[in-house]
């Protein structure tokens, strides 16, 4: 994560995998989707994506700007929060938790990597529910949210790629430490803890992580 790149066009070659997604069944006939989504945003850097059915658009989140975008298929993009209002420097992964009808996000600064916090917004119109400081239940020189996932029940698990811990956050906002783990560290200066996943099973289901 360096300095961030001049504004420019930003493609999501993501729309053919909606054609196929949205397929019950082989024999029906796939809705309409194009094979790319190109856009253009002033410093947009963009780092998480998310497909929003409900309302037929991509969320995009912003590393430079800290904004989560809503990008039409046909290119039209708006900005469902603005990372001032929000209180996001930079916004990092994205975690659309559709029964709950909001938009988690991982909120860092790629530049000073000294927060970790996670934002729920509305997802229909980026009103703000929680931004919870995440940073300050573990002591680090560094901190930086990466990645998020949610489980059935609605608690949130965040990746810290400078701290290796996991946290975890309930539907209501209160956070504590899932897990923290001297051997998930990254080497000196490197990211560490990456992408994070929850698995539904049979029982509460299981988390699984990346490293870089």
């Given at each position: ?13 993501l ?18 989707a ?53 209180g ?6 994205l ?25 729920s ?92």
């Amino acid at each position: 994560m360096g300095p961030q790149p001049p504004a420019g066009a930003t493609a999501l070659v993501l729309g053919g995998l909606l054609a196929v997604s949205c397929s019950k069944d082989d024999n029906d006939a796939a809705p309409f989707a194009p094979a790319a989504v190109t856009f253009s945003a002033a410093g947009l850097f963009p780092e998480g994506v998310q497909y929003d059915a409900k309302n037929s658009a991509f969320l995009v989140s912003s590393l430079s700007t800290g904004n989560i975008g809503r990008v039409k298929d046909d290119g039209t993009c708006t900005v469902l929060a603005q990372g001032s209002t929000a209180g996001i420097v930079s916004a990092v992964g994205l975690n659309l938790d559709d029964s709950r009808n909001r938009v988690l996000v991982a909120s860092s600064n790629s530049m000073a990597r000294d927060r970790a916090k996670l934002v729920s917004l509305n997802r229909d119109n980026g009103t703000v529910n929680f931004n919870v400081d995440l940073g300050a239940l573990r002591s680090s020189p560094n901190h930086f949210a990466n990645d998020v996932a949610v489980d059935g029940q609605g608690n949130a698990y965040v990746t810290d790629s400078f701290a290796p811990v996991i946290y975890k956050v309930d539907a209501q906002g209160v956070a504590t430490v899932f897990l923290d783990n001297a051997q998930l560290a990254g080497a000196t200066g490197a990211f560490g803890l990456n992408g994070i996943v929850f698995h539904a099973g049979a029982g509460s289901g299981y988390l699984s992580s990346g490293q870089n």
